[in-house]
């Protein structure tokens, strides 16, 4: 049962243009969506998120967009570095306290 | 920056023997979670804990799990009789407020 989908497993993107992660998600109650990023052998790391009754939120070269009669979110980076190289995943939460996940995307950013 | 620790980075038990996971979580904070990543698959949620009590659990989280705060400062996730499936990274996280979740690194359970 995927709640949270992230369709895209790879992304490759220049270094200093736009990477944009796309995010779908199927439960209308979901209230709160975050991201992080992952780094081989770390834990998540929160980026950013975004509360339902906004539809934008910026944080340096992090933007966060909610579409929520689509029920999708995307992530936008830029401009990207290759620093950002890493898994990103989407995450929704159901109520006050428990997170679901989406599968991840892995972006490479290429010099 | 205060940050989150987990122990052991990487556990090796066989199959039907009891382990531990400990967590140090970030010191003010008042909220807990266990996650676990199989490989290859997605991060699944395991259990939330707050004000000593667990506040939400997946299904996942059965019989053979439990978590305690035994001293103030310390966050354990204990598989009673482990199983092979149960092998995967482990990652504990804290949060000061519902809102954020601060992730260690995991620690990689491997049931033989």
Same mark, same amino acid.
């Given at each position: 049962?995927?709640?949270?989908?992230?369709?895209?497993? !790879?992304? !490759?993107?220049?270094?200093? &243009?736009?990477?944009?992660?796309?995010?779908?998600?199927?439960?209308?109650?979901?209230?709160?969506?975050?991201?992080?990023?992952?780094?081989?052998?770390?834990?998540?790391?929160?980026?950013?998120?975004?509360? !339902?009754?906004?539809?934008?939120?910026?944080?340096? &070269?992090?933007?966060?967009?909610?579409?929520?009669?689509?029920?999708?979110?995307?992530?936008?980076?830029?401009?990207?570095?290759?620093?950002?190289?890493?898994?990103?995943?989407?995450?929704? &939460?159901?109520?006050?306290?428990?997170?679901?996940?989406?599968?991840?995307? !892995?972006?490479?950013?290429?010099? | 920056?205060?940050?989150?620790?987990?122990?052991?980075?990487?556990?090796?038990?066989?199959?039907?023997?009891?382990?531990?996971?400990?967590?140090?979580?970030? /010191?003010?904070?008042?909220?807990?979670?266990?996650?676990?990543?199989?490989?290859?698959?997605?991060?699944?949620?395991?259990? /939330?804990?707050?004000?000593?009590?667990? =506040?939400?659990?997946?299904?996942?989280?059965?019989?053979?799990?439990?978590?305690?705060?035994?001293?103030? =400062?310390?966050?354990?996730?204990?598989?009673?009789?482990?199983?092979?499936?149960?092998?995967?990274?482990?990652?504990?996280? =804290?949060?000061? =407020?519902?809102?954020?979740?601060?992730?260690?690194?995991?620690?990689?359970?491997?049931?033989?």
């Amino acid at each position: 049962d995927q709640q949270v989908k992230q369709n895209s497993p !790879s992304l !490759s993107v220049q270094e200093g &243009r736009i990477s944009i992660l796309n995010c779908d998600y199927t439960n209308s109650m979901f209230d709160y969506f975050l991201w992080y990023k992952k780094y081989p052998a770390e834990g998540p790391t929160f980026l950013i998120s975004i509360s !339902s009754i906004k539809d934008k939120n910026e944080d340096g &070269r992090f933007t966060v967009f909610l579409n929520k009669s689509a029920k999708h979110l995307s992530l936008h980076i830029v401009p990207s570095q290759p620093g950002d190289s890493a898994v990103y995943f989407c995450a929704a &939460r159901t109520s006050y306290d428990k997170v679901i996940f989406g599968p991840g995307t !892995s972006l490479s950013v290429i010099p | 920056e205060p940050e989150v620790t987990q122990t052991p980075s990487h556990q090796v038990t066989q199959m039907g023997q009891e382990v531990i996971l400990r967590c140090v979580p970030i /010191s003010n904070h008042l909220y807990f979670y266990w996650y676990r990543q199989i490989l290859g698959q997605k991060v699944e949620f395991l259990v /939330s804990f707050y004000n000593n009590e667990i =506040s939400e659990k997946s299904e996942i989280f059965d019989d053979q799990f439990s978590v305690e705060r035994p001293d103030g =400062s310390n966050f354990t996730l204990k598989i009673r009789s482990t199983k092979l499936e149960d092998s995967a990274m482990y990652f504990c996280a =804290s949060g000061h =407020s519902y809102n954020e979740q601060f992730f260690g690194p995991g620690t990689r359970l491997t049931v033989l």
